[in-house]
């Protein structure tokens, strides 16, 4: 006898926070059907803009991990008081053996700070976020945080690190640390999950290398490729792997070139490639000590960056209405 398939409405209404996150991913042997999706200013006197976009990822033994992206709109200005419509009608999701459907959507707006550190008790619940600058922030305002790692270490079973807020929400700020203008210092209310969070700097994933991007002051000078590089941003302590044997010792020095190195950063949840050096990092342009070697490997000091997620104040929030239709 034929199973009736399984239908759904659900409505999703989550903050637009500040650079990408992944709203909705269609389920497991679903197809579903975005009927409307809007985003709302609820800033005040703010023209923030966004991005969305259906992402199709192959699931298929031979492409997997192969991506395309799909734009809906393309940085919608929301003006003040306003919403823009992005979907009525039907948006097609599908989720299969062969594809993995979801919505991505990308906030641009103003007052977006870096945050450099977040220390959470488990116990109480409350977080307590500095950031590089000053955040501007008043008690009871509504903020947005995004992509910020934490160590969960053996208290997990299933991972280390993990990305804060998921899935995304919005804050109310609960004191300033300092006084309201300068403060670079608040809490907030992040809910109790009884497991230590040791935040992390942000996490870089080494993608690629030029040629010859690491030279080192031997006589003559030699030139170097590494194949592998593995960066702690709380130390500034960097190990580069290579083919070969280097032959180098810790009386020699390396200088990297400007932006020879490839990476994807946890601060944008690895979703694009930076280079490395910047011509405004501590370790362009200059000479630096190799502090330990393997056969293959070097350790250098490049510069900690303390740097990992974004905060803002809350100035768009989306909703989408779904229905689910069961395939199996």
Do not use: W
């Amino acid at each position: 006898m034929a199973v009736a398939p399984l239908n759904k409405f659900i409505t999703i209404a989550v903050p637009v926070s500040p650079g990408e996150q992944t709203v909705y991913t269609a389920p497991p042997g679903v197809s579903s059907i975005i009927l409307y999706a809007s985003v709302s200013n609820v800033g005040v006197n703010t023209y923030p803009s966004m991005t969305f976009t259906h992402r199709r990822e192959s699931q298929a033994s031979k492409t997997k991990g192969n991506t395309r992206n799909i734009r809906v709109i393309k940085n919608g200005e929301i003006p003040p008081n306003d919403a823009l419509v992005i979907v009525d009608g039907r948006l097609v999701l599908q989720r299969d053996a062969r594809i993995k459907d979801s919505i991505v959507i990308n906030g641009t707006q103003s007052g977006i700070t870096t945050i450099t550190n977040v220390g959470y008790s488990s116990i109480t619940g409350i977080a307590t976020v500095t950031t590089i600058n000053a955040h501007g922030f008043n008690v009871s305002d509504e903020v947005t945080l995004s992509n910020i790692v934490f160590n969960c270490g053996d208290y997990s079973s299933s991972i280390t690190t993990s990305i804060f807020p998921e899935p995304q929400r919005g804050f109310t700020v609960d004191s300033i640390i300092g006084n309201v203008g300068t403060s670079k210092t608040f809490t907030i209310d992040a809910g109790i999950v009884n497991i230590p969070h040791t935040y992390v700097p942000a996490q870089h994933q080494f993608v690629s290398a030029t040629t010859n991007a690491i030279t080192a002051n031997t006589s003559p000078s030699t030139q170097f490729t590494p194949t592998s590089a593995d960066y702690d941003g709380a130390t500034g302590i960097c190990t580069f792997g290579f083919a070969a044997n280097h032959n180098l010792t810790t009386s020699n020095t390396i200088q990297i070139a400007n932006d020879s190195l490839s990476f994807r950063c946890s601060m944008d949840r690895y979703l694009s490639v930076h280079t490395y050096p910047r011509a405004t990092d501590p370790v362009s342009g200059i000479s630096t000590d190799i502090i330990s070697k393997t056969d293959d490997t070097i350790t250098v000091n490049v510069g900690a960056s303390p740097s990992g997620g974004n905060v803002g104040p809350l100035q768009m929030e989306l909703i989408m209405s779904i229905l689910e239709n069961s395939t199996t």
